[in-house]
């Protein structure tokens, strides 16, 4: 992976930084091909921020030069998550610079995003994904798909860890399944039911589809390793097909996943051991959505919280009286 000067803009000196960096992250420090990717996306940018500004040194750059930068993120329409994104990538960069000796300081070391409002991940409720789940397959792909989207329900599987599943990573006595997460972190996740007689269908087809010494739990209908956009698309059909009333996609299946676990046990520490959480506070946005489900419940069960409704003389009564 480098950095084209014809492809992009910035001096060469700069781009050759930039080339020397993102070698640097593969050979050295063994990132994956994604996250050099997002390394070197956020730092391109920057790059052609700073040939708009005059700016063709790396040692050029300033506190105040990165402030300015931060505030045309902003008006460019990034949320604050996504600046403090870009801001670690280049702290990150500066790091590297200054070991080469291509920096004498880290101009984004002190600087902060702006705070955005936590979004929360919208979940589809339990009798949707019910709906969704207990439609029947047509045919050895819709097979293959409600296997692969009951296990992300059940599971509570990232993208990732489900196209990287291996066959020999199931195991249906148990049930269970050993996933590779986020930081090439193994951990072995209980499999419902459901998922269980959904996945014995698809292994059943499977052996028709898939070629010879592939290892992959999910193949394509030529065989091979089902792609991570292949589920995405397949399980936007899926919902287009059976009539969801919102977009669905593989984060859905996560998120509703752990709502769901959290409602029903209130355990935040097993929700986290399952979702594979480094950070505790990562899982805890579940509660705010845990939160916001017993909200709606009391508002609409207890007595004195009840909404009032105006008659016509103006006087305000409770819309069901208790004894009436």
């Given at each position: 992976m480098?950095v084209?000067?014809?492809d992009?803009?910035?001096?060469?000196?700069?781009?050759a930084a930039l080339?020397?960096?993102?070698?640097?992250?593969?050979?050295?420090?063994?990132?994956?091909?994604?996250?050099?990717?997002?390394?070197?996306?956020?730092?391109?940018?920057?790059?052609?921020?700073l040939?708009?500004?005059g700016l063709?040194?790396?040692?050029?750059l300033s506190?105040?030069?990165?402030?300015?930068?931060?505030?045309?993120?902003?008006?460019?329409?990034?949320?604050?998550?996504?600046?403090?994104?870009?801001?670690?990538?280049?702290?990150?960069?500066y790091?590297?610079?200054l070991?080469?000796g291509?920096?004498?300081?880290?101009?984004a070391?002190?600087?902060r995003?702006?705070?955005?409002?936590?979004?929360?991940?919208?979940?589809?409720?339990?009798d949707?994904?019910g709906q969704l789940?207990?439609?029947?397959?047509?045919?050895?792909?819709?097979?293959?798909?409600?296997?692969?989207?009951?296990?992300?329900?059940s599971?509570?599987?990232r993208?990732?860890?489900?196209?990287?599943?291996d066959?020999?990573?199931?195991d249906?006595?148990?049930?269970?399944?050993?996933?590779l997460?986020k930081?090439?972190?193994?951990r072995?996740?209980?499999?419902?039911?459901k998922?269980?007689?959904?996945l014995?269908?698809?292994?059943?087809?499977?052996?028709?589809?898939v070629?010879?010494?592939?290892?992959?739990?999910?193949?394509?209908q030529?065989?091979?390793?089902?792609?991570?956009?292949?589920?995405?698309?397949?399980?936007?059909r899926?919902?287009?097909?059976?009539?969801?009333?919102q977009?669905?996609?593989?984060?859905?299946?996560?998120?509703s996943?752990a709502?769901?676990?959290l409602?029903?046990?209130?355990?935040l520490?097993?929700?986290?051991?399952?979702?594979?959480?480094?950070?505790?506070?990562?899982?805890q946005?579940?509660?705010h959505?845990?939160f916001?489900?017993?909200a709606?419940?009391?508002?609409?069960?207890?007595?004195?919280?009840r909404?009032?409704?105006?008659?016509?003389?103006?006087?305000?009564?409770?819309e069901?009286?208790?004894g009436?």
């Amino acid at each position: 992976m480098s950095v084209a000067a014809s492809d992009h803009k910035g001096s060469a000196s700069q781009l050759a930084a930039l080339t020397g960096f993102i070698r640097h992250l593969q050979s050295e420090k063994r990132h994956s091909p994604r996250t050099c990717e997002h390394y070197q996306r956020d730092l391109q940018r920057l790059v052609a921020w700073l040939a708009d500004n005059g700016l063709n040194d790396w040692s050029e750059l300033s506190a105040h030069d990165v402030r300015r930068y931060v505030a045309r993120l902003s008006r460019d329409g990034l949320s604050g998550r996504s600046i403090a994104r870009h801001l670690s990538s280049i702290r990150r960069f500066y790091q590297y610079l200054l070991r080469e000796g291509l920096a004498i300081d880290n101009p984004a070391l002190d600087i902060r995003a702006p705070k955005s409002g936590r979004r929360l991940p919208r979940v589809a409720d339990v009798d949707q994904i019910g709906q969704l789940l207990d439609a029947t397959p047509e045919d050895p792909l819709e097979i293959r798909d409600l296997a692969m989207f009951e296990l992300m329900y059940s599971s509570g599987l990232r993208l990732a860890e489900l196209a990287g599943a291996d066959l020999s990573a199931l195991d249906l006595k148990g049930p269970e399944i050993r996933v590779l997460g986020k930081g090439n972190k193994e951990r072995v996740l209980p499999v419902g039911r459901k998922a269980v007689a959904a996945l014995q269908q698809w292994l059943s087809c499977r052996r028709a589809l898939v070629t010879e010494g592939e290892k992959a739990l999910f193949v394509s209908q030529r065989g091979t390793r089902l792609s991570r956009r292949s589920i995405q698309s397949r399980l936007s059909r899926w919902g287009i097909l059976h009539g969801a009333d919102q977009r669905l996609h593989p984060h859905l299946l996560r998120h509703s996943f752990a709502s769901h676990m959290l409602e029903s046990s209130g355990d935040l520490r097993a929700v986290q051991e399952l979702l594979g959480h480094a950070d505790i506070a990562t899982t805890q946005v579940y509660t705010h959505l845990d939160f916001q489900h017993l909200a709606r419940v009391y508002d609409q069960s207890h007595p004195r919280a009840r909404r009032r409704t105006t008659d016509r003389t103006g006087c305000e009564e409770e819309e069901h009286r208790a004894g009436q």
